[in-house]
């Protein structure tokens, strides 16, 4: 996070993620109890409903998502 918190970030729908982070984005649907153990191993501060993209963001494209493809074959 900017403010030098780690943040976890959780999205209440599919076109919300999108929006902040492109169509290329890799997800996972996950209850929101496992989202709070995986912070816990994580050391992850806090849960950020929505998020907006912030300046910077880095955002996966169609080659990434190639690649990440060919790695997990």
Known sequence: MS???RGIPVFTTVPKLV???GREQPW???PLRNVRVIMGGAGVDR???DPGEEPGTWRWGASDLEDLERRLR
């Open 28 to 30: 996972v649907a996950l």
């Open 3 to 5: 403010d030098g918190t």
């Open 47 to 49: 849960v950020v409903v």
């Open 19 to 21: 929006a902040a982070l």
